[in-house]
């Protein structure tokens, strides 16, 4: 599962150079010099952590963000301590916690719309592995079984020529040596955009638009869900709901960005 994930993801991976000894990776760098996967200038960088030069490196950095452990919402100190917010506090979830690296705004929130592109998707390969050293830093209360994307549509999938979520759960996979299970999750309708949807409209167009797939063992799996956004978190739960459905004990979400829902 996962090693097949890893060695079609070398080839996206900026910089790429786990294997091969370091004379031949300072050779192969110096005849093709690795590229920024942001902003594409070419960067005498590290080969191993998140593919980007200095500056993007300091853009895409992980901000000191106080986040509620259950929903990645901004939150105070007594809300941190107590496990909760008040946002979340009377909401039934389905899954047990968040993680975001940042909130949806300036470089972030840049960087998320600009790996919706099938070209940037080194960038979001480099977002996942930035998702990765955060999930180290603040680990769930366990170790996922699996990593699981949330799932696009196979016709938008096969319009746009990338799902974010996909890359983004493949890296972090990859740097953490979590299992990946892209495809666990299928979504059956071809959704709105949830970003031109009111909150509302937005829990509706997610209703029952996915299932888990038949072939990945997920009864009984604590899933590590991944997103690049979470929003109003409709469509993390209505995930959660379908791989609860196919009897996942535990759900985690991590996403990259966490904007704040209107009117919240
Ligand atoms: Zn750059
Ligand atoms: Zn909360």
Known sequence: MSGSSASHSAARRPGAGHGRTGVATAAIGFVFPPRCARCGREWPGETRGPGLCGPCNLALATPDYRACPRCALGCSEVDLARGDCPRCRQRRLLFSAARTVAPYEDAWRAAVLQMKHAFHEPLAYAAGQRLAEMLA????????????????????????????????????????????????????????????????????????????????????????????????????????????????????????????????
């Open 137 to 264: 830093d603040r680990p769930f209360a366990r170790q996922p079984d699996l990593v699981v994307p949330v799932p696009m549509h196979w016709l938008k999938r096969l319009w746009r020529g990338t799902n974010p979520a996909e890359t983004i759960a493949e890296a972090a996979a990859d740097a953490l040596g979590w299992p990946l299970a892209s495809g666990a999750l299928v979504c059956r309708r071809y959704l709105r955009r949830q970003s031109t949807l009111t909150p509302v409209e937005r829990r509706r167009n997610v209703r029952g638009a996915f299932r888990a797939s038949r072939g990945w063992p997920l009864a009984g799996r604590t899933i590590l869900l991944v997103d690049d956004v979470m929003t109003t978190g409709a469509t993390a739960p209505e995930a959660a709901r379908a791989l609860r459905a196919a009897g996942a004990a535990e759900i985690f979400v991590a996403t990259l960005t966490r904007s704040v829902p209107e009117g919240a």
